[in-house]
C-alpha cells in the first residue's frame, strides 16, 4: 500500500505542485535543492559535491529553510537571492518545500507502510 494509494488526490496535488516547479526552476537548482533535502533528510554523510560559490549559497538557504526557517538570516537570503531574477528566489522556496514535503512523505511512508516507493 503506497500514499498514492492511500489518499490520490492529496498525492495528486502534490504531484501536480512538483510539475509546475519543474517548469519554472533552472533545472539544476531543483536537482541541487533534491540532492540537499534527500541528503539531509535521509542522514547521510556525505553532504555532497559543492563545487561552486553558487552551490554552497543556495545549500546554504536549503540546509537553514530545513533546520530552522525562522532563523533564516537577511544574510543567507541575500547571497542566494543574488542568483536569480525577479521573483525567482520565491519559486526556488517554493519548490524545495514541495521538494522537502515530497521526501518526507516518501521517507515516513516507506518507513510506516513497509514499501518502498
Known sequence: MS???LQPEAMAAL???YARATEVVDPYFLY?????IEQMLSGS???????????LEL????????????GLDDKTAKRAGRYFDD????DF?????IIEARTRLRIMSDRLLGGKS
Open 93 to 97: 522556496v517554493t519548490a524545495s518545500y
Open 59 to 70: 545549500s546554504e538557504l536549503v540546509d537553514q529553510m530545513l533546520i530552522d526557517v525562522a
Open 87 to 90: 521573483g525567482g528566489m520565491a
Open 3 to 5: 500514499l498514492s494509494d
Open 45 to 55: 554523510d556525505s553532504p555532497g559535491a559543492l563545487v561552486t560559490t553558487q552551490d
Open 15 to 17: 504531484d501536480a505542485a
Open 32 to 36: 541541487l535543492a533534491e540532492s540537499r
